[in-house]
Nanobody, 127 residues
């Protein structure tokens, strides 16, 4: 059984940084495209970032590009999301997810392409 667990959320001041981690078990992430999504109260789930299964390609949502960086360590079955220059608008529950098989960029931005999801971790950006 595949499990996905996020950690690292918390409260941070505007302009600060946080690093989220995603650990998987029951599989090897080298078989999965890995993505991060977020959902704020009353809003739809939003694509944040993704790492393609092979080739090292990464993709970012328009609102986080240049501020967030996604990285993966296939040997450790972990994915990280480094978030810098955080803004109050980044406040949301952040979810890590795994999409099996080879996915093109547009698929990795679509939450319906992901089969396994973590429980989410809260990120609050406030002074």
């Amino acid at each position: 059984q595949v499990q996905v667990v996020e950690s690292g959320g918390g409260l941070v001041q505007p302009g600060g940084s946080l690093r989220l981690s995603c650990a998987t078990s029951g599989t090897t992430i080298s078989s999965f495209g890995m993505g991060w999504f977020r959902q704020a109260p009353g809003k739809d789930r939003e694509f944040v970032a993704a790492s393609r299964r092979t080739g090292g390609m990464t993709y970012y949502g328009t609102r986080v590009k240049g501020r967030f960086t996604v990285s993966r360590d296939n040997a450790k079955n972990t994915v990280a999301l480094q978030m810098n220059s955080l803004e109050p608008e980044d406040t949301a529950v952040y979810y890590c997810a795994a999409a099996p098989g080879h996915k093109i960029a547009s698929s990795l931005m679509n939450p319906s392409e992901y089969e396994y999801w973590g429980q989410g971790t809260q990120v609050t950006v406030s002074s």
